[in-house]
């Protein structure tokens, strides 16, 4: 009996074909290909596509052959996710090889991907307002959801019996440098570290294989800003390396103690969500005190005292396993003096510290003593996606 044929599965759209989904009156999806090949992915699609190659995204590859072919995956998307597929007299247009064939809708391995689904808007009425600048960065944010969206989609179609509905957490280039650089860092004995990280880089993600990496049992994160821990809640879910492997804990929770228990006996890793507020005074972005009227404009827990916070980060420092701490939005409250100390009282100085921002890397490492630092600008991840179109 032959062997069965393995195949590299694939999805991809073109940069025209997204800039209408963007910025075109009407539209409201993102027309795109998914297809199979015994072949190189690239050579394959330079090979469908009309005009330049250069002018395609790639939204989804299998890191390897695969079973299953392309046709099932088109069940898929029209039985379980009730997606139509391309016309043809639009195909033709945006694909070379469907101008040789005698095609109807049964035919094409192009789909209508919903704007919605994907988490994108049409800006057609914001357009003539925008600058171009504006446009690249819509349009670079879009590439990003689509990518996600299809990653997202095809681990569905793959992991269906197992009824995961994970996916993996890919590397730009720039973000496997950074967490590589820190990987290093703290093996050579640097224990406290800086990141300075742009918009969209990713934070979450990153410290989150790097937990992975340097196989600690609990990582501690620590923020003034409450709305960093729905990231991690949702990246620990979402992503296939995490999500069997973390437990996630509040330290909010009356009984977070015997979840951390419970987790380590289940053989899990701990993230460990630390609020820094409590006490008697609130401060904002600034280090300004909050008033209390005020509490309710800023996304910060005014439940948790003083007392509370200096119980759990003793209970934190007494546990015997091997620890990592990130203070997320570092330049946000936690810059402070005061919420310096309030960490340092659970740390040890030999566990690795990440303190972690986006916006003024000054002030949020003015507290600590900082041995190393690396950083991901805007302009590194522009590049690199525009050098992957």
């Given at each position: 009996?032959?062997?069965?044929?393995?195949?590299n599965?694939?999805?991809y759209?073109t940069?025209?074909?997204l800039?209408?989904a963007?910025f075109?009156?009407?539209?409201t999806y993102?027309?795109?290909?998914?297809?199979?090949t015994?072949?190189?992915v690239?050579?394959r699609?330079?090979?469908?596509?009309?005009g330049?190659a250069?002018?395609?995204?790639l939204?989804?590859k299998t890191p390897a052959?695969?079973?299953?072919r392309?046709y099932?995956?088109?069940?898929?998307?029209?039985?379980?996710?009730?997606y139509t597929?391309?016309?043809?007299?639009?195909l033709?247009?945006?694909?070379?090889?469907?101008?040789?064939w005698e095609?109807d809708?049964?035919g094409s391995?192009w789909?209508?991907?919903?704007l919605?689904?994907?988490?994108?808007?049409?800006l057609s009425k914001q357009?003539p307002?925008m600058s171009?600048?504006?446009?690249?960065?819509h349009f670079?944010?879009?590439?990003?959801?689509?990518?996600?969206y299809?990653?997202?989609?095809y681990s569905?179609h793959f992991?269906e019996d197992?009824n995961n509905?994970?996916?993996?957490a890919g590397l730009m280039?720039?973000q496997q440098?950074?967490i590589e650089?820190?990987?290093?860092a703290v093996?050579?004995?640097?224990c406290?570290?800086?990141?300075h990280v742009?918009?969209?880089g990713?934070?979450?993600?990153?410290?989150?294989?790097?937990?992975?990496?340097?196989?600690?049992d609990i990582?501690?994160?620590?923020?003034y800003?409450l709305?960093?821990?729905a990231?991690y809640?949702?990246?620990t879910k979402s992503f296939?390396?995490?999500?069997?492997r973390?437990a996630?804990?509040n330290?909010?929770?009356s009984?977070y103690?015997k979840?951390?228990?419970?987790?380590?006996?289940a053989s899990?890793k701990?993230?460990l969500?630390m609020?820094?507020c409590?006490?008697?005074k609130?401060y904002?972005?600034d280090?300004k005190?909050i008033?209390?009227?005020?509490?309710?404009?800023?996304d910060?827990d005014?439940?948790?005292t003083a007392?509370?916070?200096?119980d759990?980060l003793?209970f934190?420092?007494?546990m015997r396993?091997?620890k990592?701490?990130?203070?997320?939005?570092?330049d946000?409250g936690?810059?402070c003096?005061?919420?310096?100390?309030v960490v340092a009282q659970?740390?040890?100085?030999?566990e690795?510290?990440?303190?972690e921002?986006?916006?003024?890397?000054e002030r949020?490492?003015?507290?600590w003593d900082?041995?190393?630092?690396d950083?991901?600008m805007?302009?590194?991840?522009?590049?690199e996606?525009?050098?992957?179109?």
């Open positions: 009996m032959a062997k069965k044929q393995k195949h599965h694939y999805a759209t940069m025209d074909l800039k209408m963007l075109m009156h009407g539209e993102i027309k795109t290909k998914c297809g199979d015994t072949r190189k690239q050579q699609v330079g090979e469908q596509s009309t330049n250069s002018n395609t995204i939204a989804f052959k695969v079973d299953g392309d099932e995956f088109h069940t898929f998307l029209e039985n379980k996710k009730n597929k391309v016309k043809e007299k639009v033709s247009t945006i694909s070379r090889e469907v101008q040789d095609l809708d049964t391995e789909f209508n991907i919903p919605k689904d994907i988490g994108i808007k049409n357009v307002n171009e600048e504006e446009k690249q960065y670079l944010e879009a590439v990003d959801s689509l990518i996600a299809m990653n997202k989609l569905e992991c197992q509905n994970t996916f993996p280039r720039v440098r950074l650089n820190s990987l290093r093996a050579n004995g640097i406290n570290i800086l990141w742009c918009a969209r990713q934070k979450t993600k990153m410290s989150l294989l790097t937990a992975l990496a340097l196989d600690v990582v501690v994160v620590c923020s800003v709305s960093v821990f990231s809640i949702s990246d296939s390396q995490t999500c069997d973390f996630i804990v330290c909010n929770d009984d103690k979840q951390i228990a419970t987790a380590r006996r899990k701990v993230i969500l609020s820094l409590g006490g008697e609130f904002d972005e280090g005190i008033p209390k009227s005020s509490l309710k404009d800023y910060i005014e439940t948790q007392d509370q916070r200096k759990r003793a934190i420092r007494k396993c091997t990592m701490w990130i203070v997320e939005e570092a946000q936690a810059w003096l005061g919420q310096y100390k659970g740390r040890k100085d030999d690795p510290l990440f303190v921002t986006g916006t003024n890397p949020a490492m003015s507290q900082i041995e190393y630092v950083s991901i805007y302009s590194e991840m522009v590049e996606k525009r050098s992957l179109m």
